[in-house]
């Protein structure tokens, strides 16, 4: 077998950890090498403009945002941004809630008038305080805010999405989303929120344009496996089962399919997403990005989320039976590293439900360490 090429680094996967490191490497002299089985760039950040001309987020929208600067520093140096405000409501009977849940909310379902107190004592008299530790995601939503409210906006909507019942689930994934004593109506709270001003595949070309970055799009799904023997260290950014052959199991997925709709009329929706909670949508929730890319054309496109168990990995499924699986595959990849260099990174690597900002970060984090190692 031929001794790898010294400097030289391969990343498995065009995606925000790939683009990344290959960047900050790249710039320090390495040669990188990205292959990506698609035929583009941005992994799940990817857009691109549908027939209609509207500038759609093929993969689910992708709201930025993060607290971190130098997150915020490193990605600016590709793009200019759009301030942003994702504004999200939930479809219950007809009516249109603000969600995630806030004063207004609680306003909206009791018919009363309510103030920061008095919605604090309302969550209290709602909540079931017997849950001290929460074990799963419904009690989680049970010990902060009660039954009444969790049937309305969690229960089916969750097991719509993931497949399963939320007592299923670990507390953190109905953990992302907060519960607000005041009138903020936005989705997240951030230092940074904002959506790059030509959109994140143009950011990520950008990223990767550099002398040192080589790029092979289309790549058979194990043309990597070739590859790897010829490189220094490796960055792998897939399903870490896949990286094994499963050799241990298979880790749960959840995938999703998008249906795109095209309206001639300048926007459809009141806002950037509606969710439907209700089992007589297939789908979760219709996402409007031209509320946030802000576009200036006539027509406009809607895309419907219509969660399922096979297809393309987009979530990981935070549940016990997965999280002991994966703790063996780490095993595994701490060995790899061991013996060939290779570091697993991203939210399909390790599999982790994170977003794009945090994947950026680890992404960083990861360079530096390789830098050190190989030096
Ligand atoms: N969720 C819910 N009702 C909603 C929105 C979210 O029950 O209206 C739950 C659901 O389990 C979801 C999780 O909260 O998977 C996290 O929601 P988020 O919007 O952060 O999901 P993502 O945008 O990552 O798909």
């Known amino acids: 077998m031929a001794s790898p090429l010294k400097n030289s680094i391969l990343l498995v996967g065009a995606g925000p950890v790939g683009c990344t490191v290959a960047r900050v490497l790249a710039e320090l002299g390495y040669q990188c090498h990205i292959l990506e089985a698609r035929d583009h760039i941005a992994g799940n950040c990817y857009d691109t403009f549908d027939k209609h001309g509207v500038l759609i987020h093929k993969y689910g929208p992708h709201c930025f945002r993060t607290d971190d600067d130098e997150v ?42 309510l103030d920061k107190e008095s919605a604090a004592e309302l969550l209290e008299e709602l909540r079931d305080n017997s849950i001290t530790q929460p074990a799963n995601s419904e009690e989680f939503v049970l010990s902060r805010i009660g039954k009444r409210l969790f049937e309305m906006f969690y229960k089916d909507y969750t097991s719509k999405q993931w497949g399963r019942p939320a007592s299923e689930l670990s507390p953190s994934v109905c953990g992302r989303i907060p519960v607000r004593l ?8 951030a230092k940074h929120l904002c959506t790059p001003e030509e959109g994140f595949t ?18 058979a799904k194990d043309h990597w496996r070739e590859e790897l023997p010829r490189h220094q260290a490796t960055v792998y950014t897939g399903t870490i089962d896949s990286y094994f052959d499963y050799k241990i199991g298979k880790l749960d997925w959840r995938s999703l399919s998008f249906e795109f709709k095209n309206y001639q009329t300048e926007l459809k929706q009141p806002c950037l997403q509606i969710n439907y909670p209700s089992k007589d949508f297939e789908y979760t929730r219709s996402v409007e990005i031209k509320h946030i890319t802000k576009q200036k054309i006539s027509s406009t496109t809607v895309s419907y989320e219509y969660p399922k168990s096979k297809g393309e990995p987009y979530y990981p499924v935070p549940a016990p039976k997965n999280q002991e699986l994966y703790a063996k595959y780490q095993e595994l990849a701490e060995q790899e590293l061991k013996e060939r260099f290779v570091y697993f990174c991203g939210r399909l690597a390790e599999y982790t439900y994170i977003n794009s900002d945090e994947a950026v970060k680890r992404a960083l984090d990861l360079s530096a360490k390789i830098k050190d190692q190989l030096s």
Request: aromatic share 16%.
């Open 182 to 189: 005041d009138r903020y109506p936005g989705y997240v709270e």
């Open 72 to 113: 915020f520093q490193f990605l600016s140096r590709f793009t200019k941004w759009i301030p942003s405000e994702y504004i999200v409501k939930s479809q219950i009977n007809d009516e249109l809630f603000q969600f995630p849940i806030n004063i207004e909310t609680l306003e909206q379902v009791f018919s009363k008038k």
């Open 202 to 219: 143009a950011l990520f070309k950008k990223m990767i344009d550099h002398p040192n970055i080589k790029l092979t799009l289309n790549c």
